[in-house]
């Protein structure tokens, strides 16, 4: 059987694990940071460290969702070059490997021309698109220019989200849904909210779209336990934290050890 298209890649990829009864494992990390040699090192060895999505983050001067560990990558990575272009680039270099998002603030988006975003992200290799702050029906020529190579547009969900809101994100969603686990911006936190359990079973009954739960997740325990309650873990601060530290070896021998404690858990 051939392999499917890039714009059919989440798909299966989620298709395959819920036919294994695996959670998926989500893992972001910034293009360029700590170099794009890393990043490129990072991209093809994912798949062999156990994770089965990679979201690459586009650097932007006010990443205002996320904490300090992810704006010092993207400002590094921005004082080393990197950009919109280069970041496709690497992905296109890196061939193809674990499914790919490409993770963008919407200025980045808008400055290159969101058709031309959406085409050249495609003929990257990317398997989906998500805009952090493109809120669903606030542009709808910008969603139609996006949604115009075939490319699933990931959304987010947030704990305030009501249930009303809920059902129009997701009917207007494609790849899977992210749940953000909590208020605030991106990093490590102590622990997984109670109210989480709630919250994945209202977003359940609007979708058939797998759920994967982000923000905050630090440690394989805590993935293990968001892993209970949805389709899919996201490790972002963690990973990038990784990066700094060792690069993408470092990184990728953290999320085998992640990678090994979902498929063992209880």
Do not use: K
Not at 45 to 68: H, I, K, M, N
Not at 71 to 84: D, F, I, K, V, Y
Not at 187 to 211: C, D, K
Request: include cysteine; glycine fraction near 12%.
């Amino acid at each position: 059987m051939s392999e499917p298209a890039p714009a059919g890649l989440l798909a299966a990829c989620w298709a395959r694990l819920r036919e294994a009864g695996r959670p998926g494992l989500v893992a972001y990390v910034t293009a360029g940071h700590p170099s794009p040699a890393e990043t490129t090192a990072f991209l093809r060895g994912a798949p062999a460290a156990g994770v089965d999505v990679v979201e690459l983050g586009v650097p932007w001067s006010d990443p205002v969702a996320d904490g300090p560990t992810i704006q010092a990558s993207t400002h590094a990575a921005l004082a080393g070059g990197m950009t919109l272009g280069g970041a496709l680039a690497l992905l296109a270099r890196a061939g193809r490997g674990a499914p790919t998002v490409i993770f963008s603030y919407l200025n980045p988006v808008l400055a290159r021309g969101p058709a031309r975003f959406a085409r050249e992200a495609r003929d990257a290799g990317a398997a989906g698109v998500l805009i952090t702050d493109l809120p669903v029906g606030a542009d709808d020529a910008v969603e139609s220019a996006l949604g115009s190579t075939g490319l699933p547009l990931v959304r987010l969900v947030a704990p305030t989200t009501s249930a009303a809101r809920q059902a129009v994100i997701a009917a207007r969603s494609q790849g899977f849904l992210y749940l953000v686990s909590r208020l605030g911006v991106t990093g490590a936190s102590e622990g997984v909210s109670a109210a989480l359990a709630p919250q994945v079973a209202a977003l359940r009954a609007t979708t058939r779209l797998p759920i994967a739960i982000g923000f905050g997740i630090a440690t394989a325990e805590q993935a293990v336990a968001v892993a209970r309650l949805a389709d899919g873990v996201v490790i972002g601060s963690a990973v990038v934290a990784c990066m700094a530290r060792g690069g993408a070896p470092a990184a990728l021998e953290w999320l085998r050890s992640v990678r090994a404690a979902l498929d063992a858990r209880g």
